[in-house]
C-alpha cells in the first residue's frame, strides 16, 4: 500500500467538519456562559435604572467600546489557538490599539477636570469592587470555553488558558456594564482592565490542568 492509498483508507469513513466547527462551537461557548453572566448581573448587581438615558451618552458607548475590542480580538484569538499545531500569538499586539485609545480619552478628561478631582475620578465609588466582580463575573463564560475546549485541541495549553481568560474576562465587563455606573475613562481603564487581566492570569495558572486532552 502506498502513502495516497494509506491516506484514502484511513480518511474514507471520517464525517466532514464544517470549516466554521470551531468558532461555532466557541461562540456557543460563550453564549451559554455569557447568558449566565447577564443572569447573575440581573439578580445580584441589577441592571442601573437609568440604562436607558446612559445609553445615550458617550461614557457608556465607551466603556462597550474598549471591552467589546477586547473581547472580539480574544475571541479570534480563541479560535486560532483551539486548533492542534504552531501558531504565533503577535497578533495579540493588536489588542493594545483599545487600551491606547482608552488611555487617549483618560488623559482628555484629566486635562479637562481640576487635579483636586483626579483621584475621584480614577477611584470613582467601586473601585474596591470592579475588579473582582469582574474576575467572578468571568467565571461562567470560562467555564463556557472549557466546554468548547473539549472537542477542540489547543496544543499552547497554558497560552489557551491565559486568552480564554482574558476574553471571558471582556465579555464579563462588557455584560458588567449594564449595572456599572462609572463615567470616566481612566476608571475603566484601571480597574475594568485589572478584573480582566486577573481573569486572564487565573486562565493561564490553571489552563495546563483544565485543557489537558
Not at 491516506?7 to 464544517?18: E, Y
Not at 441589577?46 to 477586547?70: C, E, N, Q
Not at 480580538?73 to 490599539?97: N, Q, V
Not at 475620578?121 to 468571568?138: E, I
Amino acid at each position: 500500500m502506498n502513502t495516497e492509498e494509506l491516506i484514502d483508507a484511513l480518511s474514507r469513513d471520517v464525517t466532514r467538519v464544517s470549516r466554521h466547527a470551531v468558532a461555532t462551537r466557541v461562540a456557543i461557548g460563550i453564549l451559554a456562559g455569557g447568558l449566565v453572566t447577564m443572569l447573575l448581573v440581573t439578580a445580584t448587581l441589577g441592571i442601573r435604572p437609568d440604562l436607558r438615558v446612559a445609553m445615550h451618552g458617550f461614557s457608556f458607548w465607551m466603556k462597550w467600546t474598549y471591552t467589546i475590542s477586547l473581547a472580539l480580538g480574544a475571541t479570534y484569538a480563541i479560535t486560532r489557538i483551539a486548533r492542534p499545531g504552531p501558531l504565533s500569538l503577535r497578533g495579540l499586539w493588536l489588542l493594545i490599539a483599545p487600551v491606547l485609545v482608552l488611555a487617549g480619552i483618560g488623559v482628555g478628561e484629566l486635562a479637562q477636570t481640576p487635579p483636586s478631582d483626579w483621584l475621584q475620578m480614577w477611584l470613582g465609588r467601586s473601585w474596591t469592587l470592579c475588579p473582582w466582580l469582574v474576575l467572578v463575573l468571568a467565571a461562567p463564560i470560562f467555564a463556557g470555553l472549557l466546554w468548547s475546549f473539549r472537542k477542540l485541541a489547543p496544543t499552547q495549553l497554558r497560552a489557551a488558558g491565559a486568552i480564554a481568560g482574558l476574553g471571558a474576562g471582556a465579555w464579563a465587563a462588557t455584560i458588567y456594564c449594564l449595572h456599572c455606573p462609572e463615567v470616566s475613562a481612566i476608571f475603566v481603564l484601571t480597574w475594568y482592565s485589572l478584573g480582566i487581566l486577573l481573569a486572564a492570569g487565573i486562565g493561564g495558572l490553571i489552563g495546563p490542568r483544565v485543557l489537558r486532552w
